[in-house]
């Protein structure tokens, strides 16, 4: 056999190799991920409560959430207030404690572990536990600020002041140190130390080592967490399900939770399906924004240009 149809062969067996590893992965997100989203697209446009066949509406959904559904457009604040909010307190307090954890401390390792351990807590039982030490009466948070400061604390979740900062709180408690901190790390590390070798013979401290080369060197990895932060605070769900279940006076009604209402309460499949479009929309058009400006603000080392 001559030696380039035996490296045809061998190109051929390693894509066939290939496809039959994917396989499971593409079949999967055929089955539970394409197939759904062309389902939910039919029945945007159908009126659809699950005893009955669908009916073909066409953009009657589209059209009652845009100019009459007030619910949407107040769930739809909301969801921004807390994204807008969140996404900066998020990354900022990933980022201070990723940098906390690379300056080769004693017991480094155990202070890693402290710190990614609220993140493996899943949301509800964070949810349900920080309701008790929310609770207005019997709650901890309440004992210690009247035990230590006299000080009354707030009806944390039950109040419409309280509620969306009482969620932050427990968002950033469960998030600042998981897979955003561990990806901020790995960008720490992944700085040239002939960098701030170079700074230090400039006679930089560390606060302009910190703005003149590893903010530079780290704009990448700020923005591949900016953008699944964006994603993920504007699809806040489970926090505000179990924590407030929307309230109160809807100050926690989020748009994601609009979408499961209509769901699973009231069964209106089909005006439902419509909101989730109508939701992809809306996160798309800020994923697009974001990209669009990366270029102006975000480094890349190899390419020479900011």
């Known amino acids: 056999?001559?030696?380039?149809?035996?490296?045809?062969?061998?190109a051929k067996r390693e894509a066939l190799y290939g496809y039959v590893f994917s396989f499971p992965g593409i079949l999967g997100f055929?089955?539970?991920?394409?197939?759904?989203?062309?389902?939910?697209?039919y029945l945007s446009g159908t009126r659809y409560a699950i005893t009955s066949p669908p009916q073909w509406v066409g953009l009657?959904?589209?059209?009652?959430?845009?100019f009459e559904d007030h619910l949407v457009w107040r769930s739809l604040g909301r969801t921004f207030y807390y994204a807008f909010?969140?996404?900066?307190?998020?990354?900022?307090?990933?980022?201070?404690a990723a940098s906390l954890l690379n300056q080769h401390l004693k017991w480094t390792t155990m202070w890693r572990t402290f710190f990614y351990l609220p993140s493996l807590t899943p949301v509800v039982a964070s949810a349900?536990?920080?309701?008790?030490?929310?609770?207005?009466d019997v709650g901890l948070i309440n004992h210690l600020l009247w035990t230590i400061f006299r000080i009354k604390g707030p009806n944390w979740l039950g109040s419409t002041a309280w509620a969306v900062p009482a969620l932050m709180v427990i968002s950033l408690w469960g998030?600042?140190?998981?897979?955003?901190?561990?990806?901020?790390?790995?960008?720490?590390?992944?700085?040239?130390?002939?960098?701030?070798?170079?700074?230090?013979?400039?006679?930089?401290n560390k606060l302009g080592k910190f703005l003149n080369v590893t903010l530079p060197l780290l704009t990448?990895?700020?923005?591949?967490?900016?953008?699944?932060?964006?994603?993920g605070a504007l699809q806040v769900f489970a926090l505000?399900?179990?924590?407030?279940?929307?309230?109160?006076?809807?100050?926690?009604?989020?748009?994601?939770?609009?979408?499961?209402?209509?769901?699973?309460?009231?069964?209106?499949?089909?005006?439902?399906?419509?909101?989730?479009?109508?939701?992809?929309?809306?996160?798309?058009?800020?994923?697009?924004?974001?990209?669009?400006?990366?270029?102006?603000?975000?480094?890349y080392m190899g390419e020479g240009k900011a």
């Open 175 to 204: 998030s600042v140190g998981g897979g955003r901190m561990i990806i901020f790390l790995a960008g720490l590390q992944g700085v040239p130390q002939e960098l701030y070798e170079a700074a230090d013979i400039d006679g930089a």
């Open 85 to 96: 909010v969140m996404v900066p307190l998020g990354l900022t307090g990933s980022l201070l």
């Open 60 to 66: 009657e959904n589209f059209k009652f959430a845009l």
């Open 240 to 299: 505000a399900f179990i924590g407030t279940d929307g309230g109160p006076n809807y100050a926690t009604y989020f748009f994601a939770l609009h979408v499961y209402n209509k769901a699973f309460v009231t069964f209106d499949m089909g005006y439902a399906s419509a909101l989730s479009w109508l939701f992809m929309v809306v996160i798309f058009f800020f994923t697009m924004i974001q990209f669009r400006a990366s270029d102006r603000w975000v480094f």
């Open 220 to 231: 990448p990895t700020i923005f591949f967490n900016l953008v699944l932060g964006v994603i």
């Open 30 to 41: 055929i089955v539970w991920v394409l197939g759904p989203m062309i389902a939910s697209l």
């Open 1 to 10: 056999m001559s030696k380039p149809k035996r490296l045809w062969d061998n």
């Open 128 to 136: 349900i536990l920080w309701r008790y030490l929310l609770n207005t």
